[in-house]
Structure formats: structure tokens, C-alpha cells
């Protein structure tokens, strides 16, 4: 069964430092999105992005992060100054039509 | 601003019985609800969505209803079997564009605990 890949699994980084999640998407879908979850919290939508560019995001998407999808297979979002409280789970999720999500295992990113 | 609310954040049912979890919401655009069952260190995985045109979805051993009216969706799982045992989150999308652009907004979720 086609899966979302996510690379790395644990991210540790200190704060200040740029970060830079990865995810292949599940090659034939056209939708991409990234949420995060912060520990004991909800799963909080982040971004979604299509055509190459971005659809809609919220309001914890800020001018620190950055997604892209540079050569039509990885997709990614950067943060450019961590903040302790980045620290969270980050999922990628593809689709191919409405409502079709399928997640990533997810990038624990930890910053200290 | 919580608009998808699960007010249980655990649950523990025993095995052949069967579980219910439940999700209210506050946002009436809302038209679209799923329910993603999460593993440690896994990512959510999509168990059953209903459309606000229904009351009710079946799919095998899980089946969720909607009350609109009062805002409130549940799933329930019967049988009840250990590998049930996970977090459970609600989550709900308004409209859109109808091309898969919708941001699914989660609840906080309940951990489903099957006892054999």
C-alpha cells in the first residue's frame, strides 16, 4: 500500500538553528499538507499547498516557516529560527481528491 | 478556539463490548467528519467519514453517526478487540473548493483502551 514517507523520524536542533523536515508524498496525489502536534495537544493544521503553492495556512504558519516542493517528488517545510515551542510532532499528509489523507509517521522535532 | 471537542480523553472497554467515543463541535460549516485512529509513533490513519447529508456510515465493525442539530457525532466500534486499542481523534472540514484543499480541524482525542 502506498505510503507517505517522512525523514527524520527525531530531530533534535538548538534554538536559533534552521530546520528542515522531509516528506515524499504518495506520488500520484496532488494535494500536500503538513500538521504538527504538540505534546498532550491536538493535531493543528499548519498548511496545505497545491499547484505549487500554497492553498491556505494558519495562523501558527508564520514568516519562520516555508514548505517547497523542489524537484516534484520531496516535499518540505522549513523552519528558519527554532523556538522551544516548535518542538512538536510534524505530519505530512498527501490526497489525491477530496478528503483523501493519507498521513506520515511523523518528525519529532525537539529543540533545546 | 476549540471548534472540534472530544470531552473524553480516555476510555476503557471491554474486549467484545462495545466502545463509543464521541466528538462535539461548535462550527456549523462543518459538512465533513472523519474519524483517525493514531498508534504510538505512527502517523493518524483514516477510519470512517461521514457527510453532513447523512446520519449514519457503516463500515464493518465501525460505524459513526451525526446528530446536526445537535452538533455531535459518534463512532461506534462493536466488537470491541485489543488492536482497537489506540487514540481516536474527530475531525471536521467546511466546503471548500471541492478539489481536496480542505483542512481538517482535529479534536483533542481519546485513548481507547480494550481490556481482554
Known amino acids: 500500500e502506498p505510503e507517505v514517507t517522512q525523514t527524520p523520524s527525531h530531530q533534535v536542533t538548538q534554538m536559533g538553528q534552521e530546520v528542515i523536515l522531509r516528506c515524499v508524498p504518495i506520488?500520484?496525489?496532488?494535494?500536500f499538507y503538513w500538521y504538527r502536534q504538540i505534546l498532550g495537544q491536538k493535531v493543528e493544521f499548519l498548511v496545505s499547498?497545491?499547484?505549487?503553492?500554497?492553498?491556505?495556512k494558519s495562523e501558527i504558519f508564520d514568516d519562520q516557516f516555508s514548505v517547497e516542493r523542489p524537484d516534484g517528488s520531496n516535499f518540505t517545510l522549513k523552519i528558519r529560527s527554532t523556538k522551544l515551542e516548535d518542538s512538536a510532532m510534524y505530519f505530512c499528509?498527501?490526497?489525491?481528491?477530496?478528503?483523501?489523507?493519507?498521513f506520515g509517521s511523523g518528525t519529532r522535532l525537539t529543540v533545546v | 478556539d476549540q471548534q472540534v471537542k472530544q470531552n473524553s480523553p480516555s476510555l476503557s472497554v471491554q474486549e467484545g463490548r462495545i466502545s463509543i467515543l464521541n466528538c462535539d463541535y461548535t462550527?456549523?460549516?462543518?459538512?465533513?467528519f472523519l474519524w483517525y485512529k493514531k498508534y504510538p509513533a505512527e502517523g493518524p490513519t483514516f477510519l470512517i467519514s461521514i457527510s453532513s447529508i447523512k446520519d449514519k456510515n457503516e463500515d464493518g465493525r465501525f460505524t459513526v453517526f451525526l446528530n446536526k442539530s445537535a452538533k455531535h457525532l459518534s463512532l461506534h466500534i462493536v466488537p470491541s478487540q485489543p488492536g482497537d486499542s489506540a487514540v481516536y481523534f474527530c475531525a471536521a472540514s467546511a466546503g471548500g473548493d471541492g478539489f481536496g484543499n480542505e483542512k481538517l480541524t482535529f479534536g483533542t482525542g481519546t485513548r481507547l483502551t480494550i481490556i481482554p
Open positions: 499528509a498527501s490526497s489525491e481528491q477530496p478528503h483523501g489523507y493519507t
Open positions: 499547498f497545491y499547484n505549487n503553492e500554497i492553498s491556505e
Open positions: 462550527n456549523s460549516m462543518f459538512d465533513y
Open positions: 506520488s500520484n496525489h496532488l494535494y
